[in-house]
């Protein structure tokens, strides 16, 4: 019996690989229309997914539109925004806030799925 070598990968090599996958998950979704869809079912604007990935919302239609691909951190961002969004969506959840890191969720309302799919500012 011969022993195998199983290859061990680094925090920062997981991290470049994961990187990696979202970073093509964000230009799939984009190029298929797949981020659309989940960015208008859970009722967010694109000035609203800009503003959290740190792009305009101008770049933000153009990858969309498959006119541009997303790539940099933004798209890694977008894609994480995408994965939250399509688990929540996917589990019946109505309530959707996977744009803001915790110190900027602190101080906003979340965003509230209505059962037509339009999305609004939960008021309370």
């Known amino acids: 019996m011969t022993s195998r070598i199983i290859?061990?990968?680094?925090?920062?090599?997981?991290?470049?690989?994961?990187?990696?996958v979202l970073l093509m998950e964000?230009?799939?979704?984009?190029?298929?229309?797949?981020?659309?869809?989940?960015?208008?079912?859970?009722?967010?604007?694109?000035?609203?997914?800009?503003?959290?990935?740190?792009?305009?919302?101008g770049a933000v239609s153009l990858?969309?539109?498959?006119?541009?691909?997303p790539c940099g951190d933004a798209a890694i961002r977008y894609a994480q925004i995408l994965r939250v969004i399509a688990a929540q969506l996917a589990s019946g959840c109505r309530t959707v806030e996977p744009l803001k890191n915790d110190e900027e969720a602190a101080g906003q309302r979340p965003l509230v799925t209505t059962p037509a799919g339009q999305g609004r500012?939960?008021?309370s």
């Open 7 to 20: 290859p061990v990968m680094s925090a920062t090599q997981t991290d470049r690989t994961s990187d990696v």
């Open 26 to 57: 964000a230009r799939a979704a984009a190029a298929s229309g797949a981020a659309r869809w989940l960015r208008r079912a859970a009722g967010l604007s694109q000035r609203e997914m800009a503003e959290a990935i740190g792009r305009t919302p």
């Open 63 to 69: 990858w969309e539109h498959g006119e541009r691909k």
């Open 121 to 123: 500012r939960d008021e």
